[in-house]
């Protein structure tokens, strides 16, 4: 079973930046895709980004050139760096998982309970 822990939410200003960590309990030799996704009050989850096994990454394009997607060397930990916030990326991160690529599609078998990001204006 995984356990996905997120962490590293919070509050800041326009312009600002945030790191989001994710961290993957449960891990084997089993290779698992990760993603980040996020989803504000009354509206639908949608994905940020995703990192797949040979560590190419995907992109939303709301996010692209201010976001960056990595993970550590063992797979444990997931990052998103988050630079350039903007008002409009005021909403609940979380961490994804699973065996099968969705890339940015919420069809993962595995999610975090989620952290909180506000940037205000």
């Known amino acids: 079973q995984v356990h996905l822990v997120e962490s590293g939410g919070g509050s800041v200003q326009s312009g600002g930046s945030l790191r989001l960590s994710c961290t993957v309990f449960g891990y084997s030799y089993i290779r698992y895709y990760t993603a980040w996704f996020r989803q504000a009050p009354g509206k639908e989850r949608e994905g940020v980004a995703a990192?797949?096994?040979?560590?190419?990454?995907t992109y939303a394009d709301s996010v692209k050139g201010r976001f960056t997607i990595s993970q550590d060397k063992l797979e444990i930990t997931l990052y998103l760096q988050m630079d350039s916030l903007k008002p409009e990326d005021t909403a609940m991160y979380y961490c994804a998982a699973d065996r099968n690529w969705w890339g940015l599609r919420p069809m993962y078998t595995y999610w975090g309970q989620g952290t909180q990001v506000t940037v205000s204006s």
């Open positions: 990192i797949d096994g040979n560590g190419s990454t």
